[in-house]
C-alpha cells in the first residue's frame, strides 16, 4: 500500500543516442511502499530508463533523485549501497554452485568480506541461517543442495530473487521478471513480488499486463521514448492513445483489471 512520500523520482530526463532519443521529459515518481508499472510496446525507453534510474547510464538531461537526494551521475555500485537495487531480464546464477553457495555468495558479498574462494567452506556455516530464511522465502528451502543447473527456468527466477534480496534493497527494479516462465510459474513469481513489497518499493518493468493488473498500485506508459500517462491500471487501459499504441484499439487485458 503506497503512503504518498516520493522515494524515487526521475525529473525532465531526456537520453540521446548519436542523434536517436532513447527518452524525452521524462518525468517519474516511485511512491515509499509502492509498486509501480512501467509498461509499453518494443522500443518505447524502458530499458534505458531502468539504466537511467540505477545510475548504469548517465542522462543528457534532467536528474533522478533517490529519497530526496540528486544522485544523477553517482556510480551506480553507490546507488546499489543507498538501497536501490535492480534484477535484469537475464536470469543470472552460477549453475554450477548449490543453490545455498549462490545465496551465501550473495551474502558474503554484502557483508563486506572477500569472497575467498580459497577457504574451507565451515568458515562461512555463519552465512547459512541467512542464507536459508532467503531460500525458504522465495520456496527454495527444500533445493538447497541442488546445483543451480538442475532448476527449472522459473526456480532460477526465484532463485535470482532471493540473491536480490540478500543486498535487503528499500528500492528493487525489475526487468520483465516473468519472461520466459510457464503458464504456472507466474503466479509463484507475482506472489513473491507481492511478499517483498510488504513494507518496500517495487519498479516492476513488464510485458505480462495481467500481473501489472494484479500486482501495481500505478503504472506508467512510455511510448516513442515518452510518458502518455500515469495512473491505476485501470486509468490507462482505458485510454484511448495508450491502446493504439500499444496493442491498437482493443483492450489491454481482456475484461479489463479487477482493481
Known sequence: METGTTVLSAQKVSKNYKGFQALRNVDLDVRQGSIHGVIGPNGAGKTTLMNVLTCTVRPSQGRVCLDGKDVTGHPAAQVAELGLVRSFQICAVFPHLTVLQNVRLALQRV?????????????????????????????????????????????????????????????????????????????????????????????????????????????????????????????????????????????????????
Request: glycine share 8%.
Open 111 to 259: 557483508k563486506g568480506g572477500s569472497f575467498a574462494f580459497w577457504a574451507h567452506s565451515k568458515a562461512l556455516r555463519h552465512l547459512d541461517e541467512r542464507a536459508m530464511a532467503l531460500l525458504h522465502d522465495v520456496g527454495l528451502d527444500t533445493f538447497a543442495k541442488r546445483p543451480a543447473a538442475q532448476l527449472s527456468y522459473g526456480r532460477k527466477r526465484a532463485l535470482e530473487f532471493a540473491t536480490t534480496l540478500a543486498a535487503d534493497p528499500r528500492v528493487l527494479l525489475l526487468d520483465e521478471p516473468m519472461a520466459g516462465l510457464g503458464v504456472e510459474e507466474i503466479p509463484r513469481l507475482a506472489a513473491l513480488i507481492r511478499r517483498f513489497a510488504d513494507g518496500r518499493t517495487v519498479v516492476l518493468v513488464e510485458h505480462h499486463l495481467p500481473a501489472i493488473a494484479e500486482l501495481c498500485d500505478r503504472v506508467t506508459v512510455l511510448n516513442r521514448g515518452q510518458v502518455l500517462i500515469t495512473g491505476t491500471y485501470n486509468d490507462v487501459a482505458r485510454h484511448d492513445e495508450v491502446r493504439r499504441a500499444y496493442l491498437g484499439r482493443g483492450t489491454l487485458v481482456s475484461g479489463e483489471a479487477t482493481k
